[in-house]
């Protein structure tokens, strides 16, 4: 079952994230906003489309099930994926608007699915969403690849109909692993036990307290998103505007820089998880609160790299590769915090979700990104006042207030944030 939903989300990566990818750059140079509304319509689309996950979550643990939430969520990005395709005068909002509805349905009912498979205490459960996230990413890799040589070699619409495509597939994948799904993993199901801690131990954990837990994990989500969605929107233009992009007589398009993050989360998760096992033997494995501190201050160190490249660059114009390389490398830590912040929180989240509440619980974590994506947009308009290198020194200094509230929490008697 574990291999169905992950070919189920790889499948729905591929297709979110190639819109993603090529949605400012549409906006931009297809529907001729500017680069600062642009970055914003995106911000907004990308957050209402985890905000979503709340209503969708609640439905599902109360009404649908994970089993017709799934399915419904895929139909839906399906529709809106072939307004998208048809780039008519008009069906632009709306093909956003089904996109958001399918958001909303699919990501708390997958993820919710993923952690019934698990009883609590198990500790295949963080590898479970580790791998859920590895897959994920390698439909997030190729989609940027994918989406921008069609683009720019043939045009847009065929780039978004690859999308549709995708969507089919995925609704094809969950129609056929649900054909033989026992109904505890069909139908909404207690997260965790309610009589079991985090680690398999008996707990008296009242919900006060795991809703406790949850809000300092959807608070440090939050902020990691912010800084995180910066990677798909001024760090885009950055990339676009300021680096040297050429390469043995090649132009690199600036929305493959997209695709970095996927790639590297593909090798850096294996690492980890190979990393995880070695430690696991020696009884060394750090706790999830504090391998998501780590993760926080990587994605610091990210921003405060690209601050000191701008800063040393100027405004002024792109200089050689080697300016490419450090966006490369701010990259790779931003995978880092990334591969040790998103799937680890997920677990957590499931682990303290309170019993029958388990979409409800990713639809929260998707509601705490859909802020932070939200915020991330809004920041865009500081860019041009700022400068380049503030605005990366500015985005540096929010991961390090999450790990300083992972610290806080850590110091609480009874939670699982660390």
């Known amino acids: 079952m574990l291999l169905t939903i992950c070919l189920a989300e790889l499948l729905e990566r591929y297709g979110n994230y190639l819109i993603a990818a090529l949605l ?19 911000g907004y689309y990308l957050a209402l ?42 069906t632009l909002y709306p093909a956003l608007a089904l996109l958001v509805l399918g958001s909303g349905c699919f990501k708390p009912a997958l993820s919710a699915w993923l952690g019934t498979l698990y009883a609590a205490g198990d500790v295949r459960q963080g ?4 791998w859920f996230y590895f897959a994920a990413n390698i439909g997030a890799v190729v989609a940027p690849f994918i989406g921008g040589a069609l ?4 045009s847009w619409p ?25 109904a505890a993993t069909a139908r909404a199901a207690p997260a965790s036990d309610p009589t079991a801690g985090a680690a398999g131990r008996p707990d008296a954990a009242p919900d006060a307290r795991r809703w406790r837990t949850l809000l300092v994990l959807l608070a440090v989500l939050v902020l990691f998103a912010m800084v995180y969605g910066q990677s798909g929107g001024a760090l885009l233009f950055f990339a676009r505007d300021r680096v040297d992009r050429r390469l043995l007589g090649w132009v690199i398009p600036p929305d493959f820089f997209a695709s970095v993050p996927a790639a590297l989360v593909l090798i850096l998760t294996a690492l980890q998880q190979a990393l ?8 060394r494995v750090p706790r999830p609160g504090t391998a998501m501190a780590v993760g926080m201050l ?10 000191a490249v701008a800063a040393t660059q100027g405004e002024a114009t792109p200089r050689p590769l080697l300016s490419a390389l450090w966006v490369v490398a701010a990259l790779t830590f931003l995978t880092v915090g990334e591969v040790l912040v998103v799937p680890v929180g997920m677990a957590l989240v ?30 865009g308009r500081f860019i041009a006042p700022w400068g380049a290198a503030r605005f990366f020194a500015a985005a540096a200094v929010l991961p390090v207030l999450g790990a300083l509230l992972l610290a806080g929490a850590g110091r609480q008697p009874g939670t699982t944030a660390s």
Do not use: M
């Not at 590898?127 to 580790?130: M, N, S, T």
């Open 350 to 379: 499931a682990q303290s979700a309170p019993p029958r509440k388990g979409a409800l619980a990713q639809g929260l974590l998707s509601a705490a990104l859909a802020i932070g994506l939200a915020l991330a947009g809004e920041a």
């Open 158 to 182: 065929l780039a978004f109909a690859t999308t549709a495509l995708a969507f089919a597939l995925c609704l094809l994948v969950v129609l056929v692993g649900q054909i033989g799904a026992p």
């Open 151 to 154: 683009r720019t070699r043939y």
């Open 127 to 130: 590898a479970g969403f580790a």
């Open 24 to 42: 400012p750059l549409f906006l931009n140079e297809h529907e001729r906003l500017t680069p600062a509304v642009a970055l914003r319509v995106v």
């Open 298 to 307: 990587a994605s610091s160190a990210a921003f405060a790299l690209l601050a």
């Open 276 to 283: 995880w096992r070695s430690l696991a033997r020696r009884c």
């Open 49 to 90: 489309g985890y905000a979503g996950g709340v209503a969708g979550g609640l439905i599902a643990d109360r009404f649908l099930g994970y089993r017709l939430a799934t399915r419904l969520g895929t139909v839906l990005f399906g529709l809106g994926a072939l307004l998208l395709t048809a780039s008519r005068p008009g």
